[in-house]
Nanobody, 117 residues
Framework: QVQLVESGGGLVQAGGSLRLSCAAS????????MSWYRQAPGKQRELVAI???????DYADSVKGRFTISGDNAKNTVYLQMNNLKPEDTAVYYC???????????WGQGTQVTVSS
């Protein structure tokens, strides 16, 4: 069992920045894919960014050029740097892991990001 704990959410004005952290209880080197998702009120959860075990990244079109996903194996932590935030980025952000040979799926509890206009 792997636990994912997000932190770093909060209230920020449009144009501002936040960095989310996802601390894993296991070695993220074992993860196949680490991702960030978000869910806004009344909307479906959507994929925001992914980081593969090969170090490749990909992003939703809505955040390309503004968000950056990265990982620190030494700290077992994945980050989401969010710049030039917009009100439409307001959502609960969740960390997600596809873990190990059995490709088990784990979710964090989420962290709220609110962007005011």
């Amino acid at each position: 069992q792997v636990q994912l704990v997000e932190s770093g959410g909060g209230l920020v004005q449009a144009g501002g920045s936040l960095r989310l952290s996802c601390a894993a209880s296991g070695n993220i080197f074992v993860a196949n894919v680490m991702s960030w998702y978000r869910q806004a009120p009344g909307k479906q959860r959507e994929l925001v960014a992914i980081l593969t075990d090969r170090g490749t990244t990909d992003y939703a079109d809505s955040v390309k050029g503004r968000f950056t996903i990265s990982g620190d194996n030494a700290k077992n932590t994945v980050y989401l740097q969010m710049n030039n935030l917009k009100p439409e980025d307001t959502a609960v952000y969740y960390c997600h892991a596809n873990w190990g040979r059995q490709r088990r799926i784990y979710w964090g509890q989420g962290t709220q990001v609110t962007v005011s206009s």
